[in-house]
């Protein structure tokens, strides 16, 4: 079912990037096809929302704004069951966000002259919540309560419209939008929604920030746009890596590689580990468990793809440098000492770090946001947080004589930088007095 990969005779200098699983996930080749998209939807507006909408989802509408009383009415037959687990969620996610809300710093760097970072919310956020294989209820809390606790003053939430509900999107994503407080929704999916929260189409205005996770159109959208409007990432599919040694248990760790592989077809779930023996039972556990599961055929294309394997290494020491390469939406550390093992990984989306922290904890109820990085890019990119709906801006506020001690200094740099006009504009400040002509 899964594929494995003997890294244990590979040289310390080996770039391990090219030797872990990967899914082909090209969204230059997607541009290509979302591109006529999004100009149609900056020069028609809901014209060519409408249209793209009965295209690719086979829904018919008139209006793409969700009504208010839909909303309502999926709250009210929302499982009591379902909205406790939502609560929570909402109330831990609100807790972590609240702590890493930073304050305004100031900076006194003499008499007079200070500089103050201050965090802005954004003015307004469109929020991207994906429908396709499963109804991702939980993006609709990850994505608004970062940014509601970030102070954005208007928010617009778009996901794609369900022929099996009448052209809305589903029910409980409706239900979690009432929940928190949203209540302009749009039934619109893929590239169009993305373009639509960018150049504004029908009711909807356009927004500064997209955010949310979708498939490679939707990547390939905001890739597209970025600069039209600010974006979190270019989420894909769902990746996790599991690091671990003899003293992981198959049962969990082969439970967790399924969690993921469930997701979607495309989903990759990497295991990396010490252990020969860790290994063949984790291949028996996955038979077992993926037939015993729900999505069965979906579970065992993902896993049999390349975008999935069990690395072999010689020990956790590369591990280490093999899942840093990887740079994993999704890491669990299974080890001996796994705090101690998490603390030396650089590149991950979120770590989840022993046998009880599963990646399924961090989807719904850790306090911790599942909206993360994949395909590589946690080397470079973060995950969603209260930060990303905030933008800083620096306010100088400098007296005379502030200027005064620094105003040789801002003349000689502008002018060996042959920009005398702007070594002048410090310079007519003390025009006349003893030292003013510098």
């Given at each position: 079912?899964?594929?494995?990969i003997d890294l244990t005779d590979a040289a310390p200098s080996v770039d391990y990037r090219g030797s872990?699983?990967?899914?082909?996930?090209?969204?230059?080749?997607?541009?290509?096809?979302?591109?006529?998209?999004?100009?149609?939807?900056?020069?028609?507006?809901?014209?060519?929302?409408?249209?793209?909408?009965?295209?690719?989802?086979?829904?018919?509408?008139?209006?793409?704004?969700?009504?208010?009383?839909?909303?309502?009415?999926?709250?009210?037959?929302?499982?009591?069951?379902?909205?406790?687990?939502?609560?929570?969620?909402?109330?831990?996610?609100?807790?972590?966000?609240?702590?890493?809300?930073?304050?305004?710093?100031?900076?006194?760097?003499?008499?007079?002259?200070?500089?103050?970072?201050?965090?802005?919310?954004?003015?307004?956020?469109?929020?991207?919540?994906?429908?396709?294989?499963a109804p991702l209820v939980s993006s609709v809390v990850m994505n608004t309560v970062p940014a509601q606790?970030?102070?954005?003053?208007?928010?617009?939430?778009?996901?794609?419209?369900?022929?099996?509900?009448?052209?809305?999107?589903?029910?409980?994503?409706?239900?979690?939008?009432?929940?928190?407080?949203?209540?302009?929704?749009?039934?619109?999916?893929?590239?169009?929604?993305?373009?639509?929260?960018?150049?504004?189409?029908?009711?909807?205005?356009p927004v500064n920030l997209v955010t949310g996770p979708g498939n490679i159109y939707v990547a390939a959208?905001?890739?597209?746009?970025?600069?039209?409007?600010?974006?979190?990432?270019?989420?894909?599919?769902?990746?996790?890596?599991?690091?671990?040694?003899?003293?992981?248990?198959?049962?969990?760790?082969?439970?967790?590689?399924?969690?993921?592989?469930?997701?979607?077809?495309?989903?990759?779930?990497?295991?990396?580990?010490?252990?020969?023996?860790?290994?063949?039972?984790?291949?028996?556990?996955?038979?077992?468990?993926?037939?015993?599961?729900?999505?069965?055929?979906?579970?065992?294309?993902?896993?049999?793809?390349?975008?999935?394997?069990?690395?072999?290494?010689?020990?956790?020491?590369?591990?280490?440098?093999?899942?840093?390469?990887?740079?994993?939406?999704?890491?669990?550390?299974?080890?001996?000492?796994?705090?101690?093992?998490?603390?030396?990984?650089?590149?991950?989306?979120?770590?989840?770090?022993?046998?009880?922290?599963?990646?399924?904890?961090?989807?719904?109820?850790?306090?911790?946001?599942?909206?993360?990085?994949?395909?590589?890019?946690?080397?470079?990119?973060?995950?969603?947080?209260?930060?990303?709906?905030?933008?800083?801006?620096?306010?100088?506020?400098?007296?005379?004589?502030?200027?005064?001690?620094?105003?040789?200094?801002?003349?000689?740099?502008?002018?060996?930088?042959?920009?005398?006009?702007?070594?002048?504009?410090?310079?007519?400040?003390?025009?006349?007095?003893?030292?003013?002509?510098?």
């Open positions: 079912m899964i594929r494995r872990v699983p990967r899914a082909e996930f090209d969204v230059e080749a997607a541009a290509h096809a979302v591109r006529p998209v999004i100009e149609a939807v900056k020069t028609r507006g809901l014209d060519a929302v409408l249209e793209y909408t009965a295209k690719f989802d086979g829904v018919e509408q008139t209006d793409i704004r969700v009504p208010v009383e839909a909303l309502t009415e999926a709250l009210e037959g929302l499982d009591p069951a379902v909205r406790a687990g939502l609560e929570e969620s909402i109330r831990r996610l609100r807790l972590t966000c609240a702590a890493e809300l930073e304050a305004d710093v100031t900076t006194e760097l003499g008499e007079g002259a200070l500089v103050t970072h201050r965090k802005v919310p954004m003015d307004r956020v469109g929020l991207y919540v994906p429908g396709g294989l606790v970030a102070g954005v003053g208007s928010i617009a939430l778009a996901s794609p419209p369900q022929k099996h509900n009448n052209g809305l999107p589903e029910s409980t994503i409706l239900a979690a939008c009432a929940l928190l407080g949203v209540d302009e929704v749009y039934a619109v999916g893929g590239a169009q929604a993305i373009a639509m929260f960018a150049h504004g189409a029908g009711d909807c205005a959208a905001k890739r597209e746009l970025r600069g039209v409007v600010g974006i979190d990432s270019e989420a894909g599919p769902t990746e996790i890596a599991i690091l671990a040694d003899d003293t992981a248990d198959a049962a969990f760790v082969a439970a967790d590689l399924i969690s993921q592989a469930e997701h979607d077809p495309m989903a990759s779930s990497v295991l990396v580990t010490d252990s020969v023996a860790l290994a063949d039972a984790v291949v028996v556990e996955l038979e077992k468990q993926a037939e015993a599961t729900k999505h069965t055929e979906r579970i065992r294309t993902a896993l049999g793809g390349q975008q999935s394997g069990i690395v072999i290494v010689r020990d956790v020491e590369q591990g280490i440098a093999v899942v840093d390469a990887y740079a994993a939406e999704h890491l669990e550390i299974h080890t001996r000492d796994a705090d101690a093992v998490a603390a030396r990984v650089r590149n991950a989306g979120a770590i989840f770090v022993g046998s009880f922290a599963p990646v399924s904890l961090g989807d719904y109820c850790a306090g911790s946001n599942h909206v993360l990085p994949t395909a590589g890019c946690a080397c470079h990119s973060s995950g969603l947080s209260v930060r990303a709906f905030t933008k800083s801006v620096h306010v100088i506020s400098y007296t005379k004589a502030a200027l005064a001690e620094v105003a040789d200094h801002v003349v000689t740099l502008a002018n060996a930088e042959d920009l005398p006009g702007h070594g002048q504009a410090v310079s007519v400040r003390f025009a006349g007095e003893a030292g003013g002509e510098k």
